[in-house]
């Protein structure tokens, strides 16, 4: 299962792309809610996209969550994890990489493969 994510990965598409579903922003929030670990690419942490994470009382409490912040200020890397923390109930470890996507993804790719068996 685990090669298999990747290749079901190449479907991504951005959360505007996908507002025309009536039912996305449900199954993001339960994604969100079964997440045992949450990796944000190419994000841009906008309010519109922000917006999407409130909290759910049943909540599982992933244990991190790694994020792409690429060419971002560093400035506003303590806003993004205290918003992060908030929006998402995270009491976990946020990690800002000023790495690219694949990057990212090629780290942390035995860890994602372990998770999914």
Request: one cysteine or more.
């Given at each position: 299962?685990?090669?298999?994510?990747?290749?079901?990965?190449?479907?991504?598409?951005?959360?505007?792309?996908?507002?025309?579903?009536?039912?996305?922003?449900?199954?993001?929030?339960?994604?969100?809610?079964?997440?045992?670990?949450?990796?944000?690419?190419?994000?841009?942490?906008?309010?519109?996209?922000?917006?999407?994470?409130?909290?759910?009382?049943?909540?599982?409490?992933?244990?991190?969550?790694?994020?792409?912040?690429?060419?971002?200020?560093?400035?506003?890397?303590?806003?993004?994890q205290?918003?992060?923390?908030?929006?998402?109930?995270?009491?976990?470890?946020?990690?800002?990489r000023?790495?690219?996507?694949?990057?990212?993804?090629?780290?942390?790719?035995?860890?994602?493969m372990?998770?999914?068996?």
């Amino acid at each position: 299962m685990g090669a298999e994510l990747f290749r079901i990965s190449e479907g991504i598409r951005t959360y505007t792309e996908q507002r025309q579903d009536t039912d996305v922003e449900q199954q993001i929030d339960e994604a969100l809610s079964r997440a045992v670990l949450i990796i944000f690419i190419g994000f841009g942490f906008h309010r519109q996209n922000l917006a999407m994470f409130v909290p759910k009382a049943d909540s599982r409490q992933p244990s991190d969550v790694f994020c792409t912040v690429y060419k971002m200020d560093s400035g506003n890397h303590a806003a993004i994890q205290a918003h992060l923390s908030g929006a998402v109930r995270l009491k976990c470890h946020i990690t800002l990489r000023d790495e690219r996507a694949l990057e990212l993804l090629a780290r942390l790719q035995p860890r994602i493969m372990m998770l999914v068996g």
